[in-house]
């Protein structure tokens, strides 16, 4: 079993930068994919930001030069630091961890308001 644990999710001004963590915990073998996915209110879940086992990333068109994903292995803990964020940034964050079953984490909510 696999536990994901998400935070650093709140309320920022248009401009402002946030950063979000989560930690695994549970039987986690090997150095699985790991990335973040939002849902925005009113739309399907969407991948925001990927990074594979040799630190290879991907991100959403919306979010390139602005979002960057980083991991520490030895902490099984992935973050995604957020700047420049925008209203349309504004959604539910959620962690999600591939071994070849999928994990997620129970989602943060990120609120980008004047």
């Known amino acids: 079993q696999v536990q994901l644990v998400e935070s650093g999710g709140g309320l920022v001004q248009p401009g402002g930068s946030l950063r979000l963590s989560c930690a695994a915990s549970?039987?986690?073998?090997?150095?699985?994919?790991m990335g973040w996915y939002r849902r925005a209110p009113g739309k399907q879940r969407e991948l925001v930001a990927l990074?594979?086992?040799?630190?290879?990333?991907n991100y959403v068109n919306s979010v390139k030069d602005r979002f960057t994903i980083s991991r520490d292995n030895a902490k099984n803990t992935v973050y995604l630091q957020m700047n420049s964020l925008k209203p349309e940034d504004t959604a539910v964050y959620f962690c999600?961890?591939?071994?070849?079953?999928?994990?997620w984490g129970q989602g943060t909510q990120v609120t980008v308001s004047s």
């Open positions: 990074i594979t086992r040799g630190g290879n990333t």
């Open positions: 549970g039987s986690i073998f090997g150095i699985p994919v």
């Open positions: 999600n961890l591939n071994t070849g079953s999928s994990y």
